[in-house]
Nanobody, 122 residues
Framework: QVQLVESGGGLVQAGGSLRLSCAASGSFFSINAMGWYRQVPGKQRELVAT???????NYGDTVKGRFAISRDNAKNTVYLQMNSLKPEDTGVYYC????????????????WGQGTQVTVTS
């Protein structure tokens, strides 16, 4: 079994900060890209940030300058530092990882975490 376990979500006032973590565990060879996506009921899931295996980040337009994605390859963990939070940042945040499984180490396959709730009040 492979698991992506998110933590760090919660309730925060507008202007505050949260730091999300996502740790991958189980049987896999290595991790390619990782990222964070968020979703609100009735809306499309949207990209928050991604980061390549070498550490190059990409951000959605609405979070540029406020959020920062990073990873610790030794810990198989990706982080999302969220600053200057706004009510519109509220949603369920899902961790994504492209994993190289031992059964096919030449092709990465996408895996998703269970999601962690982030609520930002006015």
């Amino acid at each position: 079994q492979v698991q992506l376990v998110e933590s760090g979500g919660g309730l925060v006032q507008a202007g505050g900060s949260l730091r999300l973590s996502c740790a991958a565990s189980g049987s896999f060879f290595s991790i390619n890209a990782m990222g964070w996506y968020r979703q609100v009921p009735g809306k499309q899931r949207e990209l928050v940030a991604t980061i390549t295996s070498s550490g190059n980040p990409n951000y959605g337009d609405t979070v540029k300058g406020r959020f920062a994605i990073s990873r610790d390859n030794a810990k198989n963990t990706v982080y999302l530092q969220m600053n200057s939070l706004k009510p519109e940042d509220t949603g369920v945040y899902y961790c994504n990882a492209d994993l190289f499984l031992r059964s096919d180490p030449w092709t990465s396959q996408p895996w998703w975490g269970q999601g962690t709730q982030v609520t930002v009040t006015s």
